[in-house]
C-alpha cells in the first residue's frame, strides 16, 4: 500500500495515547495558521479564544516590529502571562483554546507549568517555504516576514513524548478542526452536560 507523505507524517506523529486537558494550544511559526485555527476550534467547542499575540508585552512587539528576534529573557513573562491567563479561562468555562508560537521545548513545558495543567498543543506543521508564501500574501501588526528565518531555527518539533497533535498546514482549517475535536472527545462530552 502507497501512502503520501502528508498520510506518512500523520500516522507518524500521532501519538499513543493523548493526555486528556480542557486547555489546547495551537502553536507553529509564524503564519502557520494558528488563529484562525485556534478559533474554529473554539467555536466548535463553546470554548474561549486567547490569542497569545494579545499577552506579548509592548516591549517585545517593539522589537518584532523593529525585525528584532526576541530572545528566551523576552518569552519567559509572556509565556507566564499566557499560561496563567489559559488556566483561569479553563477554570471559568471548562474549556480554553489558545494560540501561541510555542516553538521550543522548554517553551512548551513552562506553558504547561505556568498553566498548572495538563496541555493538549496542536502543531500545524509546514515547510519554511509554504509558510514564507503565505507570509508575503498577509500583513501582521509586528511580525515582518525577515524574522521568519529565526522563527525556524528556533522551531524544535514536537517530540513523541510531549502531549501533542501534528497536522499539516495544507489541510483545510475545517478538516484540522474536526480532527482536534475527534482527538478530544472528553470536551464534547462535558459541553453537552453544560
Not at 46 to 75: C, Q, S, T, W
Not at 124 to 146: F, K, N, V
Not at 157 to 171: G, Y
Amino acid at each position: 500500500m502507497n501512502f503520501t507523505e502528508e498520510s506518512s507524517t500523520l500516522l507518524s506523529s500521532l501519538p499513543v495515547t493523548l493526555i486528556e486537558a480542557r486547555i489546547l494550544v495551537v502553536m507553529g511559526v509564524s503564519s502557520s495558521g494558528k488563529s484562525v485555527t485556534g478559533k474554529a476550534i473554539a467555536r466548535r467547542l463553546h470554548a474561549p479564544f486567547l490569542d497569545g499575540d494579545g499577552y506579548h508585552p509592548e516591549a517585545n512587539k517593539d522589537k518584532m516590529r523593529a525585525g528584532i528576534p526576541l530572545v528566551d529573557a523576552d518569552r519567559w513573562p509572556w509565556l507566564s502571562t499566557l499560561g496563567k491567563a489559559l488556566h483561569e479561562a479553563a477554570e471559568s468555562k471548562g474549556v480554553a483554546v489558545g494560540a501561541c508560537s510555542a516553538l521550543k521545548r522548554s517553551y512548551r513545558d513552562y506553558l504547561l507549568a505556568e498553566a498548572g495543567e495538563p496541555v493538549l498543543f496542536v502543531f500545524l506543521d509546514g515547510s519554511q517555504e509554504l509558510i514564507a508564501s503565505r507570509m508575503a500574501t498577509r500583513h501582521h501588526e509586528y511580525m515582518p516576514q525577515a524574522l521568519l528565518a529565526s522563527q525556524f531555527e528556533t522551531l524544535e518539533r514536537p517530540a513523541a513524548d510531549e502531549n501533542v497533535l501534528t497536522l499539516p498546514v495544507t489541510l483545510p482549517v475545517e478538516t484540522i478542526t474536526e480532527r482536534v475535536i475527534k482527538a478530544v472527545p472528553h470536551l464534547k462530552a462535558f459541553k453537552r452536560k453544560q
